[in-house]
């Protein structure tokens, strides 16, 4: 069983960055896709980010484009979303998510591991 445990939510001005990390543990699987998404008070779960088993593609939400950036390190087993330039909305708790089909489109195929969650507060 995969267990994803995130870290590096915190407290954060607006235009300020962090780095958020999930760490797998347990049986992990080859050529999995990871994937990063939120949700802020009162809202629906949204997707943030996803990213290929190799790397190699990517894909985001429109509303954090050009400000977020997902990697990963394979030997690692880390999935890292370094999030800039953040806004009031970017507030939320941040979950990161393990799919068993190396597919950044997250819609297409269910998401197969879960975290608990990171909170992220960004104050002005």
């Known amino acids: 069983q995969v267990q994803l445990q995130e870290s590096g939510g915190g407290l954060v001005q607006a235009g300020g960055s962090l780095r958020l990390s999930c760490a797998a543990s347990?049986?992990?699987?080859?050529?999995?896709?990871g994937a990063w998404f939120r949700r802020a008070p009162g809202t629906e779960r949204e997707f943030v980010a996803a990213i290929s088993w190799s790397g190699g593609l990517s894909n985001y939400a429109d509303s954090v484009e050009g400000r977020f950036a997902i990697s990963r390190d394979k030997s690692a087993k880390t999935v890292s979303l370094q999030v800039n330039s953040l806004k009031l909305e970017d507030t939320a708790v941040y979950y990161c998510?393990?799919?068993?089909?190396?597919?950044?489109?997250?819609?297409?195929?269910?998401?197969?591991?879960w975290g608990q969650g990171t909170q992220v507060t960004v104050s002005s």
């Open positions: 998510a393990e799919m068993r089909i190396n597919s950044v489109n997250p819609v297409r195929y269910p998401w197969d591991y």
């Open positions: 347990g049986h992990t699987f080859n050529n999995h896709a």
